[in-house]
């Protein structure tokens, strides 16, 4: 059995809808380019048919690996959470203090990390740095370009 692995409701809803994506669509969809292919005569010279069965074997393995995750899905339950102390799904607002430029994360499940908005996962140096820190205090976090200090400025959630 996998461990739990945790969501948000966003992350888990998302999750469940490519999931759907993949079995009303997808699936059908490489169904019919393996019909299409078998129409076309001899399978075993037949690249198209197999290219097709190789797809099929791809999306059916991503269907299981996505439905054992919601299976092991637990979801993050926000209102048991200290608000004082960053933690998983805190949305935190540093200071570099070296070049005194400010920064706002929220710090999310590895699967729903987006650097794009803001969103860097829990297991990122960053965040490990980070994490169980209080307004104030401040930090030396090792990153891939050196050790920056950083001041926790605000959390929220």
């Known amino acids: 059995m996998s461990a739990s692995k945790y969501y948000t409701e966003e992350g888990l809803k998302k999750l469940r809808e490519e999931l759907r994506q993949l079995k009303e669509v997808e699936r059908p969809k490489i169904s019919q380019q393996i019909a299409e292919a078998r129409d076309k005569g001899d399978l075993s010279e037949n690249a198209e048919y197999d290219a097709a069965k190789e797809a099929q074997g791809l999306l059916e393995l991503k269907i299981s690996k996505m439905?054992?995750?919601?299976?092991?899905?637990?979801?993050?339950?926000?209102?048991k959470m200290d608000h004082t102390k960053v933690l998983l799904l805190s949305t935190v607002i540093i200071k570099n203090l070296r070049n005194n430029a400010s920064m706002k994360y929220t710090l999310v499940p590895e699967e729903e990390a987006d650097l794009k908005s803001g969103k860097i996962s829990v297991s990122s140096p960053i965040a490990k740095g980070l994490l169980g820190k209080k307004v104030g205090d401040k930090v030396d976090i090792s990153v891939?370009?050196?050790?920056?200090?950083?001041?926790?400025?605000?959390?929220s959630r």
Request: hydrophobic share 40%.
């Open 67 to 79: 439905e054992e995750s919601l299976h092991n899905a637990r979801v993050i339950d926000e209102s």
């Open 144 to 155: 891939p370009a050196g050790t920056i200090p950083f001041e926790v400025v605000e959390i």
